[in-house]
């Protein structure tokens, strides 16, 4: 399971708010809405669920990363 994770500075707070969507049970879905709020000018990244790891699915090593995590 994988879902994005969005971050962002609320006008009225120093702190950056962090929001987590829902689960999703492939890491193309959840991808396809990490680019959706990325074409909206968020910063996010892909969390699993079965290490609470945040992964960059940009990269060449999602699969090393979806396999460890399946591992733990």
Same mark, same amino acid.
């Not at 992964?55 to 979806?66: P, R, Y």
């Given at each position: 399971?994988?879902?994005?994770?969005?971050?962002?500075?609320?006008?009225?707070s120093?702190?950056?708010?962090?929001?987590? @969507?829902?689960?999703?049970?492939t890491?193309?879905?959840?991808?396809?809405? #990490? =680019?959706? /709020?990325?074409?909206?000018?968020?910063?996010?990244?892909?969390?699993?669920?079965?290490? @609470?790891?945040?992964?960059?699915?940009?990269?060449?090593?999602?699969?090393? #990363? =979806?396999? /460890?995590?399946s591992?733990?």
């Open positions: 399971m994988y879902r994005v994770v969005t971050k962002y500075r609320d006008s009225g120093a702190r950056p708010v962090v929001e987590r @969507g829902p689960w999703h049970p890491p193309e879905a959840a991808e396809y809405w #990490a =680019d959706v /709020l990325r074409g909206h000018g968020y910063v996010v990244n892909i969390e699993t669920q079965f290490s @609470g790891a945040m992964i960059d699915t940009h990269t060449d090593n999602h699969a090393l #990363a =979806d396999a /460890l995590a591992m733990a």
